[in-house]
């Protein structure tokens, strides 16, 4: 395995992480879609709706839809012609099934996997098809384990702190076959991958889960010791990493 590091970095995590999440990021998820013509198809959790866009554009009929009121209003300004709502993937339900259901970066956000499964279950037609992409098991574990500890010493509690749902595919695959789907892609890849705005950048993106309830002055120790714990596994040549994981899904309705 070369993960761009001569083998005497004996860094443990480093070595457990390889190359194939290259090949993952150069397969566009859409390819794995394949919209065609005259497809209706659901994107959940269209965001800013560029992936919808790109559905609209091979001749498929999307329909776009995304928690964030200001998510849907910012898409809406920049694709006007798109049919792209404010709903809850947990609660949604059409009266005319589509013909596929897809979802990218998105699924890791929501903790009830088991209600946004179903509603994509029913949303569809039978014979219909499921493709996803989110982040699974492993995750950002360093940081995550490494922010759990520094919090534990201090005395917090970390229930109810991680935003993030986490599977790994075998997790994931059980709970589509539990609700009536074929699983015929399962993969999950893991690589450290360049991260240039660094760890503090990251810890500072979802301070309002992690510490939350903690005062900002006590956040940046904290944060101060969490990067300094992490630098020997997540830095390489002045340049920080992330241990990222995802999930590739491609599931039929039975």
Known sequence: MNNGHSSD????????????????????????????HGERIL??????????AKIAAAGALPTGIDFSEETIRQAKLKYPDMNIQVENACHYRTEEPFDAVFSHAVLHWI?????VVQSIQ?????????VAEFAGSGNTAILIAAVREELDTRGYEWEG?????????????SL???NGFRISLAQHVDQFTPFKPGVRKWLNSFAEYLFKDI??????????????KVQPQLMRDAQWYLDRSRLRVVAIKE
Request: charged share 20%; hydrophobic share 35%.
């Open 161 to 173: 702190r991680n935003p993030w749902y986490h599977p790994t595919i075998g997790e994931y695959a």
């Open 215 to 228: 005062a900002l002055a006590e956040q940046e120790v904290i944060m101060d010791t969490i990067e300094r």
């Open 176 to 178: 589509l076959e539990q």
């Open 111 to 115: 903790q009830d996997a088991p209600a």
């Open 43 to 52: 994107d959940v959790g269209c965001g800013n709706g560029e992936m919808t």
């Open 122 to 130: 029913l949303a569809l037609k039978k014979g219909g098809r499921f």
């Open 9 to 36: 970095q004996a860094n443990e995590p480093w070595s457990g992480h390889s190359i194939p999440f290259t090949t993952l990021q150069e397969t566009p998820i859409l390819s794995l879609l394949q919209p065609s």
